[in-house]
């Protein structure tokens, strides 16, 4: 399968906790992108890459999540702290460049925070 | 703030065609409008995207309005696989990562 995979599918936590998802993204694309979605509502953008560059984040990413992509390649989306309002799907996404229109998302990593 | 304005539900029946509406009376000149879908515990699949002539693929056809504050999705034959939640985005077309999601349309397909 050559789509955008993330790790792990699921996750159960306790409050407090920090917790980390990974995120391969397609081969050769240079975005990446995490979003996070809640019950009943649609993907939020929470900030994206360019080869190894952070060069977008939205105001939803707090001081308590860090977002890497070291070497251009995959991805790490870091929770320190979690609360409860964590409890979420997180997205990651891929594209080949600018001006393509088209994103690839994987299947997501469901945070539950206990 | 989604800046489109979408149905929560619509239904159709499978075979038949499918016209999703969706308004964005702000849209500015540089912005594309992206079509996305999601089915059932998947991340969202793309769909089409236009700027300002109507667009085909072989998933749907985008008829964009002249004024461009309203554009439709169509989907020539509804299966049921084509259930899911479908969302109209604006998106800048430099920048497109920053996607906008709303509510969306939750289509469901009858047999």
């Known amino acids: 399968d050559t789509g955008v995979s993330q790790d792990p599918r699921h996750k159960i936590t306790k409050r407090g906790q920090n917790v980390t998802f990974r995120c391969d993204p397609i081969?050769?694309?240079?975005?990446l992108y995490w979003y996070r979605q809640t019950l009943g509502q649609g993907p939020e953008f929470l900030t994206y890459?360019?080869?190894?560059?952070?060069?977008?984040k939205s105001r939803l990413l707090s001081d308590r999540f860090s977002a890497e992509r070291p070497k251009g390649s995959f991805s790490t989306l870091e929770i320190q702290r979690t609360e409860q309002g964590d409890s979420a799907m997180y997205l990651c996404?891929?594209?080949?460049?600018?001006?393509?229109?088209?994103?690839?998302f994987g299947e997501g990593s469901r945070l539950t925070v206990l | 703030d989604a800046k489109t304005t979408q149905p929560n539900s619509m239904e159709s029946n499978e075979e038949e065609p499918v016209h999703l509406p969706c308004n964005h009376s702000?849209?500015?000149?540089?912005?594309?409008i992206h079509w996305y879908r999601q089915l059932p515990s998947q991340g969202p699949e793309y769909v089409i995207h236009?700027?300002?002539s109507n667009v085909n693929n072989r998933m749907a056809s985008l008829a964009i309005a002249e004024d461009r504050k309203s554009s439709t999705l169509i989907l020539h034959r509804a299966t049921l696989r084509d259930a899911a939640v479908y969302y109209c985005?604006?998106?800048?077309?430099?920048?497109?990562?920053?996607?906008?999601f709303g509510k969306g349309t939750k289509l469901s397909v009858k047999p």
């Open positions: 996404a891929s594209s080949p460049g600018a001006n393509t229109g088209e994103l690839f």
């Open positions: 081969s050769e694309h240079n975005r």
């Open positions: 890459f360019q080869n190894e560059a952070q060069l977008e």
């Open positions: 702000t849209i500015s000149g540089t912005d594309y």
């Open positions: 236009g700027l300002t």
């Open positions: 985005i604006r998106g800048a077309g430099g920048s497109q990562g920053n996607l906008i």
